[in-house]
C-alpha cells in the first residue's frame, strides 16, 4: 500500500486476503496491473490509514494518542475527535461499512466520556464532514444531533454570532436550527429538560447511527 501523495507518502504491508474483503480494495486488486507493487491511495493521511490497517487485522481501533502527543492546547478529547473523523471519512472513501460503524461507536463513547465544553470539537470537522458526505449520511445527522440538543445556550449563540468566522457549512447551520426547533417546540416545551434526546444519544447499544442499512450489523457477525 503507498498512502499519500508522493513523494510526501508513507509505504504500508498488508495481506492481501485483508485489504480484499473491502470494496475498494478488492476493486483496485482485481484491476491491478501484475507489473504493480503496490496500490495507491492519495489524499488519505498515513496515521489514519494506520488505524485502518490494525483494525483489519485485530478487529480493534487503535486510535487513542497519549495526553503528551495533544497538538498545541488542544485537548486529547478534541484530538481523538479528529482522529476518529478522519477514520469514519476514510471508511466512507473505501466503502467499508463495518469499519465506519465500528468508528460511529467510538464516536458515541467519546460523546458519554467527553466534558461537554469540550464537545465543541465537533465544529473543526463539521465542514470537512458535510464536503464529504452525502445528505442523509449518519455521520452528518450524529454532529448535528450533539450540537442540537447537547451543546448549552452559550455555545449555540456562538455559533450564531461566529457562523462566518467558523466557515460552518450553511446545511449544517440549517439541520441544527431544525433540530432546535423540534426541541424547543416538543411535547414538553419549553421545558428542554423534558424533551426526549436522540435514541441513541441517550443509550447506547443501538445502529441509530450505524451506515449497514438493512445488513446484518458488524456486532453480530
Known sequence: MRVGLQPDHTDFTVHENLLSRTPFFADALNRRNTFTAYIAIGGQQASTFGIYMNWLYTGRLHN????????????????????????????????????RD????????????????????????????YRKVQTGDPLRRFISDIAAYHFDDKTIQEIVAKHAGMQLPALFVADILGKLSSRFHGPSAPNFSNVPRPPVIAGRGTCNYHCHGDKECYKKK
Open 64 to 99: 487513542k494518542r497519549p495526553k503528551a502527543t495533544s497538538v498545541g492546547s488542544h485537548s486529547p478529547h478534541h484530538d481523538e475527535w479528529l482522529s476518529l473523523t478522519d477514520a469514519c471519512l476514510l471508511g466512507e472513501y473505501l466503502g467499508d461499512a463495518d469499519f
Open 102 to 129: 465500528t468508528v460511529i461507536d467510538a464516536k458515541l463513547e467519546w460523546f458519554h466520556v467527553t466534558p461537554s465544553k469540550e464537545r465543541r470539537a465537533i465544529l473543526d470537522t463539521a465542514a470537512e464532514v
